[in-house]
């Protein structure tokens, strides 16, 4: 009789156990797609910030040609652009 009883007790514990690893698993399945949805907004943001960043850059460039020509309007500014360098005295791609 001693043995059944313990055999029961731990067959409850089997069942017990089995539940909390059917908990857990469910927490790790929601927290997998809490990071999955985490990551598409931070890169969906990282993006945004990109465009901003790149439109700022160019604004501020094209307010530079601005100051350029109002302080010296004899100067040609035409081939200047947002995406060249002057390497030896010349204009070039980046």
């Known amino acids: 009789m001693v043995e059944v009883e313990r055999l029961q007790a731990f067959k409850q514990k089997l069942e017990e156990s089995g539940k ?3 908990d857990l698993e469910a927490t790790i399945r929601q927290m997998e797609e809490e990071v999955a949805e985490k990551e598409r ?4 943001l990282e ?8 439109s700022t850059y160019g604004l501020g460039f094209e307010a530079a040609l601005e100051q350029v020509q109002l302080l ?3 100067a040609d500014v035409f081939g200047a652009d947002v995406g060249k360098v002057v390497i030896d005295g010349q204009i070039v791609e980046d």
């Open 20 to 22: 909390q690893v059917a």
């Open 47 to 54: 993006e945004r910030l990109a465009n901003e960043a790149t």
């Open 41 to 44: 907004s931070w890169r969906a």
């Open 72 to 74: 010296c309007p004899s």
